[in-house]
């Protein structure tokens, strides 16, 4: 129990297209999922807080308007990078609390590579 | 503020060593969750534990024991006779329960490499 998926697994996108990815809870619902992005040998850090039903909430320096977040159902949410650069490849996770466990638990998906040419 | 530490960046150790991964964590509030995941070269984070503030008992599990002391901040992590496959990049992390958010703030990392 309590899968994450994240789809596509690695994407290669030239500069200026926006790419989409997606974050599935497969066997748990999710009102909360969480995006990390982490750049070669660094830690994760957070990028924002996905609601389901609501607007997300981003953490302090994370453009909101480039990296838009939609929590649509509570199995689902996607982070649109739009007009990707180079700068903004990177290893995207996310993560996803289960509504019926504890508020401390996150579930993490297995990530996406980006690489924008 | 809350913060997460993990002072050793590498670690290199020889199969069947015993090896300790550092974690002192800062945070204002009482009630708090700590953890630690490793991260495979592939990517993908596995969760190994999970303790609450409340519960300073150490816990053993195979060859993972963990260390948890609050009058120290610290929350170490220790493998017992390692093996080649521990090879990975390991990250503590807290949060707090106060906020409810969930959020979780991750120590820099450290990285294990095991020798045969």
């Known amino acids: 129990g309590a899968v994450v998926s994240q789809h596509p697994s690695w994407v290669i996108c030239k500069s200026g297209t926006s790419v989409k990815i997606e974050c599935r809870s497969l066997d748990f619902q999710a009102t909360t999922m969480f995006w990390y992005r982490q750049f070669p040998k660094q830690s994760l850090m957070l990028m924002a807080t996905?609601?389901?039903?609501?607007?997300?909430?981003?953490e302090q320096g994370v453009e909101k308007d480039k990296f838009l977040i939609n929590h649509a159902s509570l199995t689902l949410s996607t982070l649109t990078v739009t007009s990707a650069h180079p700068e903004d490849s990177s290893f995207y996770i996310c993560s996803a609390r289960d509504d019926r466990g504890r508020g401390d638990e996150q579930f993490f998906g297995p990530g996406t590579r980006l690489t924008v040419l | 503020a809350q913060k997460v530490t993990q002072a050793q960046t590498e670690i290199s150790v020889v199969e069947k060593e015993d090896v300790t991964l550092d974690c002192v964590y800062e945070?204002?509030?009482?009630?708090?969750?700590l953890f630690w995941y490793k991260q495979p070269p592939s990517g993908e984070l596995v969760f190994l534990i999970r303790?609450?503030?409340?519960?300073?008992q150490n816990e053993i599990s195979g060859r993972y024991s963990w260390n948890f002391q609050k009058s120290t901040s610290s929350f170490n992590f220790t493998i017992t006779a390692s093996q080649v496959v521990d090879s990975a990049v390991y990250f503590c992390a807290l949060s707090e329960a106060r906020s409810n958010t969930g959020k979780l703030i991750f120590g820099q990392g450290t990285t294990l490499q095991v020798k045969p």
């Open positions: 945070t204002r509030d009482t009630t708090y969750y």
């Open positions: 996905s609601n389901e039903g609501s607007k997300a909430t981003y």
């Open positions: 303790r609450n503030s409340f519960d300073e």
